[in-house]
């Protein structure tokens, strides 16, 4: 796959199959010393290692005739067709919105006319989403055109274009462990496969085989997005290793069905995402994939209301107000709503919403006192009558100066499958990529990969997994810029770190001036009558009330 661009370094070096680049890694290490604080600048030298050639990209959907593997699979071939659609507001254009990888841009630098933005996707070679292959499983039989149907997502028009190919994908059987989501689920419930768990397990082994020697894909990806499931007991002599996780499974023990499947990819050795809450990940499952040395990451997509509060509470603790209240109401009408209807189901939903301020919170103790928090409430109600669109509604109130309050309220309409199905191909598309990638220090005697538990997935998840004894990072702003200068490192290319010394000095360093700044420019601005001005009926743009007269 041809580059954008070509970085000119001399210490980055482009081969028929690699990218190699050497980085300084600068950290800060702060230690107490004698009652003072020590603060010591480090450098450490990484050698980064990219393969060029990009995979043929299979992706294995757990809950593919849910309302997300419905929507990412139509999205995928609308944008294959290059659809276009009528709508009440016009025409309509296949695209990736939403996507990080996508429609997003990212600041290669600054050339004569100024910053230069490039799609994220092209720092580095990556899979295009059209070139995806999707296959998975559901409990339910409806073949992909009449799921599509029943998740009542995308517009009639655009569904009428698509029905002769969403026909042709018919999910394989699944696993149904009735106790383990709502009871309301199992009229769903008519493609599914039995037997002992391991004979359970060993089917699913064999679909991903299947699926991949049958698609012709040089990679496999799954991912569950069905059900949220209750959490499950971590229990010493059952999921607490590799090893009693295995056992268990052998003599039909309690394992769910996420785990199950994540049990399953990580024997295939095919890296497993979790999109639901769930702990999917207990012990015995994390430990199977760092033994194994395959990729896991979730949990819990981060699309709509928690996308948000990543920003917002970072945003007034950053501006040093004390957030001392959160109220999270939502209410939703498609199925994942009805599923979390449940107790259960609804508790490992809670937990995930829950924990997302926490990191932002204890990086101010000038605010908050060792252990203390927010009060932070959430509440989520089925209403089918909305079905995907579901209504999200906020209230953060904050302690200011002098013992005042300040309370800002959220009404978000979140269409649910809408943002989540672009999380899915940037969560698949940026695993793939760091299946690519390798890298050394100098007292490596080899290169390593990324840690198992792969955590720059954080960005698209609410309840980021980590390895033991890592930080978690829950503020978005953060979470980006960890796989922007990462990415960045890959090309010997500094991290972002938007001082702009160049544009804030008398005599400039660099060689080369975008403008002259000998005189201050003023901000363009339309000019507005005298009497437009002072006439408080109109604004400065000319126009009476916001309309042109």
């Given amino acids: 796959m041809a580059e954008k661009f070509i970085v000119d370094s001399p210490d980055v070096t482009y081969t ?45 959907l757990v809950g593919w005739g849910g309302n997300n593997g419905t929507t990412v699979t139509a999205a995928v071939l609308a944008n294959q067709l290059g659809l276009h659609w009528m709508t009440k507001t016009g025409k309509k254009v296949a695209n990736y919105y939403g996507s990080l990888f996508q429609s997003s841009t990212v600041c290669l630098g600054v050339g004569s006319a100024g910053d230069m933005y490039i799609p994220f996707k092209d720092l580095l070679p990556t899979v295009n989403p059209n070139d995806i292959v999707f296959d998975g499983w559901d409990i339910s039989s409806l073949d992909l055109c009449d799921a599509m149907e029943r998740a009542q997502v995308l517009d009639w028009q655009l569904q009428e274009q698509l029905k002769p190919y969403m026909k042709k ?23 599914v496969f039995h037997g002992s768990k391991k004979e359970q397990l060993d089917q699913i ?38 090893g009693n996780l295995m056992k268990t499974i052998e003599c039909g023990g309690e394992i769910s069905p996420s785990s199950m499947f994540a049990v399953a990819s990580i024997l295939e050795g095919c890296a497993y995402i979790n999109g639901s809450p769930q702990n999917t990940f207990v012990p015995g499952v994390i430990d199977l994939a760092v033994k194994h040395k395959v990729f896991i990451a979730g949990d819990d997509f981060k699309s709509g209301q928690t996308k948000i509060k990543s920003v917002l ?60 928090k927010p009060d932070h409430c959430v509440v989520i109600k089925y209403v089918p009558y909305v079905g995907d669109s579901k209504r999200a509604m906020d209230e953060y109130t904050s302690e200011i100066m002098m013992g005042g309050t300040n309370t800002i309220v959220l009404h978000n309409t979140c269409e649910d499958s809408l943002l989540a199905s672009p999380l899915i191909l940037d969560l698949v598309v940026l695993t793939e990529l760091c299946q690519r990638i390798t890298f050394r220090t100098e007292s490596d005697t080899e290169f390593q990969t990324f840690h198992s538990v792969l955590s720059i997935l954080s960005y698209l998840c609410k309840a980021p997994l980590v390895p033991g004894g890592t930080p978690v990072v829950n503020s978005l702003f953060k979470q980006r810029m960890c796989i922007e200068n990462i990415l960045r490192a890959c090309l010997a ?46 604004i400065i743009n000319g126009y009476t009330n916001g309309y042109e007269k």
């Fill in 16 to 60: 028929k199959d690699y990218i190699e680049a050497e980085y300084p890694y600068q950290t800060t290490q702060v230690h107490e010393e004698n009652g003072s604080i020590k603060v010591k600048p480090c450098s450490t030298k990484f050698t980064f290692r990219t393969e060029r050639k990009v995979p043929k990209l299979g992706v294995m």
């Fill in 169 to 191: 994908f018919q999910p394989r059987p699944s696993i149904y462990f009735p106790e383990f989501i709502a009871a309301n689920q199992g009229s769903r419930a008519d493609n």
């Fill in 205 to 242: 082994r064999k679909d991903i085989r299947d699926f991949k020697t049958k698609s012709g894909v040089n990679k496999v990806i799954v991912l569950w997005t069905a059900n949220t499931e209750c959490f499950c007991d971590v229990s010493r002599g059952v999921n607490d290793t590799a």
């Fill in 313 to 372: 509470v970072d945003f007034l603790v950053s501006a040093g107000l004390k957030t001392v209240s959160i109220v999270s109401y939502n209410h939703l009408g498609n199925n994942d709503g009805k599923n979390l209807s449940a107790p259960a189901q609804f508790r490992s939903k809670e937990i995930s919403k829950s924990n997302v301020v926490d990191d932002m919170v204890q990086s101010n103790p000038i605010l908050y006192k060792p252990n203390e």
């Fill in 493 to 538: 290319l500094p991290p972002q770190n938007h001082m702009l010394l160049e544009h804030k000095m008398q005599r400039s360093f660099m060689s080369t001036r975008i403008t002259d700044h000998s005189a201050a420019q003023p901000v363009p601005h339309k000019t507005a009558k005298l009497d437009n001005i002072l006439n408080k009926n109109q």
